[in-house]
C-alpha cells in the first residue's frame, strides 16, 4: 500500500482512538444516518412503478393470475382486497399477453359471445335464456366503461308474449352498481344508466329502470324514476324551499338571527289519466248530409175507399166521403264536423298536498321589522298557494344565546387547540430536523479540525532525518521560507544519546528541541507542513 495512504489511514486511526465517548458516538450517530439515507434513496431510486395488471377480478381468477405471476417470478402488489392486481410498469403488457394465451380472466358477463356457443340442438327455453343473459352481459359491460363506476350488473325481466293485449305486461330491468373508492354517481350518471337500459330493451320504459349501489341506496325506483319515493321527494323540497327563505332572512335580519322549518305533504300514489274533450269547429260545413221527402195526393172514391184516421181501440173512423187525401213528410240528416282531444296523462307520486312553512325571528334583530311584509316575502319564497291549503307562520320570539356562546367558546377552543398542536408539531420536526443538521455538521466540523490538527503535527521522520542539517548547520541546503528561522541544536551528542539509533537520537533531540523553545519549533514545522501541501 503507497505510504499516503498508510500514514492517512494510520492518522484517522490514531483521530479516532483519540476521540472522547460524545465525539463517538456523535460520529457514530452523523454514520448511521447517512448509511441510512443512502439505502432510503437507493431502495426509493430502485423501485419499479407499479401499474394495475387487472382490476374488478374475481376470486378464482385473482388466484390464477397470481399463480402465473409467482411462475414467471414476477413481483406483484394487491389492492381493493385482492381485485386488483399491480405489477411492475415494464412487464404489464408481457403479463397481459400471457394471461389472454392462458384464457384469463375466466370469469366475465360473456355479452353476444354467448350465442356463438349455442348449438343446434339448443331448445327455445335455452336459447331465450342465453339471450337476455347477452343482453345483460353487454350492458354490465358499457355500464362498467362509465367514468368511477368500478363494476355494474344488469338482470333483466322480459315477460312472455301473450296474445290477450290486454293482460300484457311491461318489461323491468335493476342495475347494481359499485363505484370506486370516494366516488359518488351524479343524477347526469344515473339517468344516463335508466336512459341506456331502458332504451336497449323493446318496450322498456325509462321509469321501469331500478338503479342500487353498492351502498344500498335507491338510485332510481321502478315507477318514479330518479326522483326517488315520496318521502325522498318531500325531503328534498323541504331542504330546498328552506335553504330560499333561509338564505333570505339572512340578509334581512342577518345571520343567526332566524330560523326556517319547512313540512311538506306530498302524495305516495301514482295514477294514469286519460280525458277526451269535444269542441264545435266555428263555420265548418258539414261532413255529409242527407234529405228524405214523401208527398202523397188523392182524390175521395166510394165510401169503403175513403181514408179514415184510427179512432179508440185501433178502429177506423171514416173521414168523411168526397174528401181530397193529401200527404207530405220531410227527414233530414248532418253529420257535423267536431274536435275531439284524447289527453293521456301519467300522474307520478310526489304530487304536493299541502305544506306549512315557520319562521322564527329573534325579537333582538327583529323590533324594526314588519312581521306583514316578512310574512309576504316568506309566502312569496317557498310558493305558498292558500286554495292547495299551504300555511305560513311568522312570530318573533327571544332566541337562547347561551348554547351560541357555549358553542362559540368551543369552537375557538377547538381551533386553539388544533392549531396548539399544528405548532407543536411543526416545532418538533423542526427541532429534531435541525438538531440532526446540527449534530452531523458538528460531528463533519470537529473531524475535519482533528485531521487538520493530525495533518499539521504528523512529520515524516525520513523529512526529519533529511532537515537534520538544516538543525545542526548555519548553512541551508533547501530554500527556506521567509518567515522560516533556521534552528540551531547542538551537533555533538550527549552521553545520553550514546549508542541510541539516528532515528530514536533524532526524536529525542526534537523533543527536547521543543522543550526548550516551542514557538520556534511550532513556527519551523508549520513552514514544513505548507512546503509539503500541493500547488
Do not use: C
Not at 408481457?94 to 356457443?117: F, N, V
Not at 289519466?273 to 228524405?292: D, G, Q, Y
Not at 172514391?301 to 184510427?310: D, E
Not at 309566502?379 to 356562546?405: M, P
Amino acid at each position: 500500500m503507497p505510504r499516503p495512504v498508510t500514514n492517512a489511514l494510520q492518522s484517522l486511526g490514531r483521530g479516532i482512538q483519540s476521540f472522547s465517548v460524545a465525539q463517538r458516538t456523535v460520529a457514530i450517530i452523523g454514520i448511521a444516518v447517512l448509511v441510512l439515507g443512502i439505502s432510503a434513496l437507493t431502495m426509493w431510486a430502485s423501485k419499479p412503478a407499479y401499474t394495475p395488471l387487472f382490476s374488478g377480478l374475481s376470486g378464482a381468477d385473482a388466484s390464477s393470475i397470481v399463480d402465473q405471476l409467482r411462475t414467471d417470478s414476477i413481483d406483484y402488489q394487491l389492492s381493493d382486497g385482492g381485485a386488483t392486481i399491480l405489477v411492475p410498469e415494464a412487464s404489464v403488457y408481457d403479463e397481459r399477453l400471457k394471461a389472454a394465451a392462458a384464457g384469463l380472466p375466466t370469469s366475465s358477463t360473456g355479452g353476444y359471445a354467448l350465442l356463438d356457443k349455442m348449438g343446434v340442438t339448443s331448445s327455445e327455453f335455452q336459447q331465450s335464456v342465453t339471450y337476455k343473459r347477452a343482453i345483460e352481459g353487454e350492458l354490465a359491460n358499457t355500464i362498467g366503461a362509465m367514468k368511477g363506476v368500478k363494476t355494474a350488473s344488469v338482470r333483466l325481466a322480459i315477460p312472455k308474449d301473450s296474445v290477450f293485449v290486454s293482460e300484457k305486461s311491461d318489461p323491468t330491468a335493476s342495475v347494481f352498481v359499485a363505484t370506486e373508492n370516494g366516488v359518488n354517481l351524479s343524477s347526469d350518471q344515473v339517468q344516463a344508466i335508466v336512459h341506456l337500459t331502458s332504451a336497449s330493451i323493446e318496450g322498456m320504459k325509462p321509469a321501469d329502470v331500478a338503479v342500487i349501489d353498492a351502498k344500498g341506496i335507491v338510485l332510481s325506483a321502478v315507477g318514479t324514476g330518479t326522483t326517488g319515493g315520496a318521502d325522498q321527494q318531500a325531503s328534498d323540497y323541504e331542504q330546498r324551499v328552506r335553504g330560499a327563505v333561509q338564505a333570505m332572512l339572512d340578509r334581512v335580519v342577518g345571520p343567526g338571527n332566524a330560523t326556517v322549518v319547512v313540512a311538506a305533504d306530498m302524495s305516495a300514489q301514482s295514477a294514469q289519466r286519460v280525458e277526451e274533450s269535444f269542441t264545435t269547429p266555428t263555420n265548418a260545413p258539414s261532413l255529409n248530409e242527407a234529405v228524405k221527402t214523401e208527398t202523397y195526393s188523392g182524390t175521395g172514391g166510394a165510401a169503403g175507399s175513403a181514408a179514415g184516421v184510427l179512432g179508440p181501440d185501433n178502429i177506423a173512423v171514416p173521414a168523411g166521403a168526397g174528401k181530397d187525401g193529401t200527404f207530405t213528410s220531410s227527414d233530414t240528416t248532418k253529420n257535423n264536423a267536431v274536435n275531439k282531444v284524447t289527453e293521456t296523462r301519467t300522474i307520478p307520486a310526489g304530487s304536493m298536498n299541502r305544506q306549512t312553512v315557520s319562521v322564527a325571528l329573534n325579537k333582538d334583530a327583529a323590533a324594526k321589522l314588519n312581521i306583514s311584509d316578512v310574512t309576504s316575502l316568506v309566502s312569496s319564497a317557498a310558493g305558498i298557494d292558500t286554495k292547495r291549503g299551504d300555511a305560513v307562520t311568522v312570530q318573533v320570539v327571544s332566541f337562547n344565546g347561551a348554547g351560541a356562546a357555549d358553542a362559540a367558546t368551543a369552537l375557538a377552543a377547538a381551533d386553539a387547540s388544533a392549531a396548539a398542536d399544528r405548532f407543536a408539531g411543526i416545532l418538533r420536526v423542526a427541532i429534531i430536523t435541525v438538531g440532526t443538521v446540527l449534530t452531523f455538521m458538528l460531528g463533519l466540523l470537529l473531524y475535519a479540525r482533528r485531521s487538520r490538527r493530525q495533518s499539521r503535527e504528523a512529520i515524516e521522520l525520513d523529512e526529519m532525518i533529511e532537515a537534520r542539517p538544516v538543525l545542526t548547520a548555519p548553512v541551508v541546503p533547501f530554500p527556506m521560507p521567509a518567515a522560516a528561522t533556521p534552528l540551531y541544536i547542538d551537533p555533538t551528542p550527549t552521553v545520553a544519546f550514546a549508542g541510541l539509533p539516528d532515528a530514536d537520537r533524532m526524536r529525542v533531540e526534537i523533543d527536547a528541541l521543543a522543550q526548550r523553545d516551542p514557538g520556534k519549533t511550532a513556527e519551523y514545522l508549520r513552514s514544513l507542513m505548507d512546503d509539503r501541501q500541493p500547488v
